[in-house]
């Protein structure tokens, strides 16, 4: 019966527009951990809640990649753009997120100071990256380095993979992956990265495994950490 209701809930959640693109280990991870707790009509309702609110919640509505990264490249001739062209149009796909668009007026200096601390990073991992890969060409970094970011949507994927091809970052790569239950290969001949990005993701983290956030981070193999959290929830009250 569980195995039954399991895969049902599944079906279902991958059949309907707004889930048919996420990670299917994190539906997958989700469902499981409802029926658990609830029977199915409850475990299928509160599953698809936990999903908007790892995902869904931080768009307005669900961006079509495939118009937007058309309108990237319409008329645009990126062997003869400088990198202010550029950033003017990476900016604006940057304010479609409610995250990136948070920092954007201090990508400037986000950056600057991060690796002020760090050093300048050889290797990256962005964790449920959403758009922030695209803020690559605000951190200032040698051509050499190797960035994988990875997150939990495949049109996002498509969409970032694309737009990195189109402005021949060939250093930078996305990847369906999702940090709560993937084990992950990384960078390094130690098999350590220098940074590891999780801007705004322990919360996120949280509402799917109350207390998980600790051995998650454990887990990580880095030399830095870069943790963030928001000040306010998305409905604009201020968070503790």
Sequence with gaps: MFNDDFNDIVQNIIRSKKYKGLYKKTIEHNVKRCLEKYGKKQAERRARKILHQIWSAY???????????????????INNATESEIKERIIKILSIQSSTYERIP??????????????????????????NPLTYL?????????YQAYDIESDLI???????????????EAKLGDVLIDEFGYIDEFGY???????K???ILEQQEKG?????????????LIVSFPIKSLSGSEKG
């Excluded at 201090?106 to 758009?131: E, V």
């Design 201 to 203: 993701l322990l919360p």
């Design 158 to 172: 498509w969409f970032l993979n694309s737009i990195f091809k189109f402005c021949r970052l060939d250093n930078i």
């Design 193 to 199: 990265a220098d940074v590891v990005f999780m801007l």
């Design 59 to 77: 768009y307005d509505n669900k961006p079509d990649f495939r118009r937007i990264y058309k309108s990237f490249i319409d008329n645009f001739e």
């Design 138 to 146: 605000w951190m200032n970094l040698d051509s050499d380095v190797k």
């Design 106 to 131: 201090i990508l400037d200096n986000f950056y600057k100071q991060i690796f002020a601390i760090t050093g300048k990073p050889s290797s990256i991992i962005d964790h449920a990256c959403g758009l």
């Design 212 to 224: 998980c956030s600790i051995n998650v981070m454990k887990r990580l193999k880095c030399k830095y």
